[in-house]
């Protein structure tokens, strides 16, 4: 295990760097707009929070993962490992299974009035992408993603998004069409389109190889 991956999980888990915790970071960055890290240093340590507060949670952090994580870790067993290896290649295959068929056929088609399909494996594997709706001589790719409970984006699907921006640039290359993200989210009651502004984008999209 590296410890930047252990920081990470242990980070995201309790979300000790949220926005509610150290601030609008981003927000604050561009109003300050430093020439080095040095100024940016300085001006979060006076405008934002203090040295000492980002220490303070540093060690909350250090307590999380001694307290909580280090005991999680030390009290998993083989057959641990052999369950969670089955639930995820058998039942989480099943369940995100279902989540396309529920979004995409039920939801996302019937909204679009639009025949969707599932794409060839070699547009799995050179292109990520899950689905397609063609437009006259041109394809329009879809990317299923299962989010948490909350809809949350964890570590993992921020890392995908960013290493699968370029095999989307190739598809529309070469099809014409935009890759679109399609975040699946469970509610208590069903599985719903996490962010819905996707579908009027597609509209768009659909509408603008259509002329």
């Known amino acids: 295990m590296h410890k930047e991956w252990i920081l990470n999980q242990s980070n995201m888990r309790w979300g000790l760097t949220h926005k509610k915790k150290v601030g609008a970071v981003m927000k604050e960055i ?20 203090p040295k000492k507060y980002l220490v303070g ?46 979004v995409i056929y039920e939801q996302l088609q019937k909204v679009l009035k639009v025949d969707i399909r599932e794409a060839p494996d070699e547009w799995d594997r050179l292109y990520n992408v899950d689905y397609f709706i063609k ?44 890759v679109f993200y399609i975040f699946s989210v469970e509610s208590r009651k069903d599985k719903k389109i996490a962010n819905p502004e996707v579908i009027e984008q597609i509209k768009t999209e659909i509408a603008r190889l259509s002329n």
């Open 30 to 49: 561009r109003k300050c707009s430093p020439k080095t890290l040095a100024e940016w240093k300085a001006y979060y340590f006076k405008e934002v929070y």
């Open 135 to 178: 437009v006259k001589s041109k394809y329009i790719g879809l990317q299923i993603k299962p989010l948490g409970v909350e809809g949350d984006f964890d570590l993992q699907v921020i890392k995908e998004k960013i290493q699968q921006a370029r095999t989307f640039e190739e598809f529309t290359k070469r099809y014409g069409g935009k």
């Open 57 to 102: 949670l540093g060690k909350e952090l250090y307590k999380h993962i001694h307290d909580t994580v280090i005991p999680e870790v030390k009290s998993i067993n083989k057959q641990d490992c052999i369950d969670f290896i089955e639930n995820v290649v058998i039942n989480r295959t099943f369940q995100g299974y279902k989540t396309e068929i529920k």
